[in-house]
């Protein structure tokens, strides 16, 4: 190929991967986020794989009203060496009575070898336990339903999770802003401030007061820088991907409340979404039926058996002429298990307190639930008005500042005046950015307690 095919060659290629490497370069939106959690994180792969095991636990406890069918095929071979015995042998009959006489002879036996084919077919059938198979199907089922469960809480709480560090990424980088901000700020009025002490309008202790502010704010600005880090640190770890993986995320547009709540209808709503409430009501179902189970242990069990076998030291006449050489049995048994050490007992006690156990769970998770719903109905409400309030803040933080520079600058007011009204504008902007996020995480708190964050 020539030089010039070559470098067209490049140039398409470059063409071709540029777009690709810019879709990649994007920044994640919310939506995106969740997904990748949702796909890559740790916790909810692991509560999924349980939801595997708690299927074939019900598969198991299902085998044992299934036929159990076994079949054995068998081969072997019985020698033995020539040997000498000393045994008792008739000789001959007495005339009298006619009884055999015996004596005792040396008997020499060659040695000889036996071959032995077999092949066995063994049904057995549970025909009838008092309930104990049926229970243990439904225990375990209801035991399924709870690790379902789980995993729905397990999937919900990661949601929670995107939607708490990602706004508070969000929240650290406006955050930044807000300190660099102050930081520029601080620094143009430490030059205005020498510019005023070379002229003598003021004394050189402002200089030195307006030195001190700008390392304060700088001190800030460093501190959020590392708060931001560890934001990005914290959000890619819950995404299930490498810690320090770059990571840039879209930002919100004005903070919207879809629909309020009154304390009583989220509390229902919760009670009929919340994933932990409908597992501790399917463990107690579980350990109801697990404690049924265990009491049929108590009484009989009635089972019917089938068996076929064939065997003979000839091989050909195992696998052939099937109507001879074989054997055929069948029947019922009934077994009692009359004492087995206590254990009987001890499972029926320990499905109870299984039963008692998610019981107590159940009110506790109702309690806490109330709580939490309660909470974040409060810390919701709080963040709107504080946002509300703030908005007024703001815009009288703004002309104090102004008012402030103006005074300094004829002389009629003071640099602590001055830096006051600063830090006055800053401490507004960030409760503003504060109030804006935060009423998200409270939002995103309360549809996760409700069950309806999706």
Same mark, same amino acid.
């Given at each position: 190929?020539?030089?010039?095919?070559?470098?067209?060659?490049?140039?398409?290629?470059?063409?071709?991967?540029?777009?690709?490497?810019?879709?990649?370069?994007?920044?994640?939106?919310?939506?995106?986020?969740?997904?990748?959690?949702?796909?890559?994180?740790?916790?909810?792969?692991?509560?999924?794989?349980?939801?595997?095991?708690?299927?074939?636990?019900?598969?198991?406890?299902?085998?044992?009203?299934?036929?159990?069918?076994?079949?054995?095929?068998?081969?072997?071979?019985?020698?033995?060496?020539?040997?000498?015995?000393?045994?008792?042998?008739?000789?001959?009959?007495?005339?009298?009575?006619?009884?055999?006489?015996?004596?005792?002879?040396?008997?020499?036996?060659?040695?000889?070898?036996?071959?032995?084919?077999?092949?066995?077919?063994?049904?057995?059938?549970?025909?009838?336990?008092?309930?104990?198979?049926?229970?243990?199907?439904?225990?375990?089922?209801?035991?399924?339903?709870?690790?379902?469960?789980?995993?729905?809480?397990?999937?919900?709480?990661?949601?929670?999770?995107?939607?708490?560090?990602?706004?508070?990424?969000?929240?650290?980088?406006?955050?930044?802003?807000?300190?660099?901000?102050?930081?520029?700020?601080?620094?143009?009025?430490?030059?205005?401030?020498?510019?005023?002490?070379?002229?003598?309008?003021?004394?050189?202790?402002?200089?030195?007061?307006?030195?001190?502010?700008?390392?304060?704010?700088?001190?800030?600005?460093?501190?959020?820088?590392?708060?931001?880090?560890?934001?990005?640190?914290?959000?890619?770890?819950?995404?299930?991907?490498?810690?320090?993986?770059?990571?840039?995320?879209?930002?919100?547009?004005?903070?919207?409340?879809?629909?309020?709540?009154?304390?009583?209808?989220?509390?229902?709503?919760?009670?009929?979404?919340?994933?932990?409430?409908? =597992?501790?009501? %399917?463990?107690?179902?579980? +350990?109801? &039926?697990? !404690? *049924?189970? $265990?009491? @049929?242990?108590?009484?009989?069990?009635?089972?019917?058996?089938?068996?076929?076998?064939?065997?003979?030291?000839?091989?050909?006449?195992?696998?052939?002429?099937?109507?001879?050489?074989?054997?055929?049995?069948?029947?019922?048994?009934?077994?009692?298990?009359?004492?087995?050490?206590?254990?009987?007992?001890?499972?029926?006690?320990?499905?109870?307190?299984?039963?008692?156990?998610?019981?107590?769970?159940?009110?506790?998770?109702?309690?806490?639930?109330?709580?939490?719903?309660?909470?974040?109905?409060?810390?919701?409400?709080?963040?709107?008005?504080?946002?509300?309030?703030?908005?007024?803040?703001?815009?009288?933080?703004?002309?104090?500042?102004?008012?402030?520079?103006?005074?300094?600058?004829?002389?009629?007011?003071?640099?602590?005046?001055?830096?006051?009204?600063?830090?006055?504008?800053? =401490?507004?902007? %960030?409760?503003?950015?504060? +109030?804006? &996020?935060? !009423? *998200?995480? $409270?939002? @995103?708190?309360?549809?996760?307690?409700?069950?309806?964050?999706?």
């Amino acid at each position: 190929m020539s030089k010039v095919g070559k470098v067209i060659c490049l140039v398409a290629l470059f063409w071709m991967i540029a777009p690709v490497a810019q879709a990649q370069q994007k920044p994640f939106t919310l939506e995106q986020c969740v997904q990748i959690a949702l796909e890559n994180n740790a916790q909810v792969l692991i509560a999924k794989r349980r939801v595997g095991i708690a299927q074939t636990n019900v598969a198991s406890a299902r085998s044992t009203i299934l036929p159990r069918l076994s079949s054995s095929v068998s081969l072997g071979q019985f020698r033995s060496g020539p040997r000498t015995l000393q045994m008792d042998v008739p000789v001959g009959f007495d005339p009298e009575t006619g009884r055999a006489i015996f004596e005792q002879r040396e008997i020499v036996q060659e040695g000889f070898r036996r071959d032995n084919y077999s092949m066995r077919f063994s049904l057995n059938q549970t025909l009838f336990d008092f309930g104990q198979s049926i229970n243990n199907i439904k225990s375990a089922a209801a035991a399924r339903d709870a690790t379902r469960y789980s995993f729905e809480d397990t999937r919900q709480n990661t949601i929670y999770q995107v939607h708490l560090r990602y706004y508070q990424l969000l929240k650290d980088l406006r955050l930044l802003e807000v300190f660099r901000e102050a930081v520029r700020s601080s620094e143009e009025q430490l030059k205005r401030t020498q510019s005023m002490y070379e002229i003598g309008s003021v004394a050189q202790a402002d200089v030195y007061r307006a030195q001190t502010t700008l390392g304060q704010d700088r001190i800030n600005l460093l501190q959020q820088e590392f708060k931001v880090q560890n934001s990005r640190t914290a959000l890619n770890v819950i995404l299930g991907r490498e810690a320090d993986a770059p990571l840039e995320i879209v930002d919100i547009e004005e903070v919207t409340f879809a629909q309020e709540y009154t304390l009583e209808e989220a509390l229902q709503i919760a009670l009929e979404n919340n994933p932990l409430i409908h =597992r501790y009501k %399917a463990d107690m179902m579980a +350990a109801s &039926y697990g !404690a *049924k189970a $265990a009491r @049929a242990r108590y009484l009989p069990i009635i089972t019917g058996s089938l068996s076929y076998s064939r065997d003979n030291t000839d091989i050909q006449k195992v696998y052939s002429g099937f109507d001879k050489n074989y054997s055929v049995s069948f029947g019922i048994n009934l077994s009692l298990n009359l004492f087995n050490g206590f254990n009987d007992a001890a499972a029926v006690e320990r499905e109870s307190l299984n039963y008692r156990i998610a019981l107590e769970n159940l009110k506790e998770q109702e309690r806490q639930l109330r709580q939490r719903v309660q909470t974040a109905l409060q810390s919701l409400e709080m963040w709107k008005q504080i946002s509300e309030i703030n908005q007024l803040n703001l815009r009288s933080a703004e002309e104090e500042l102004r008012l402030a520079q103006e005074r300094y600058r004829v002389g009629a007011g003071t640099l602590l005046e001055l830096i006051t009204a600063q830090v006055n504008l800053t =401490r507004a902007r %960030a409760t503003l950015v504060q +109030a804006k &996020y935060d !009423a *998200k995480v $409270a939002e @995103a708190e309360l549809k996760a307690a409700m069950g309806i964050l999706k």
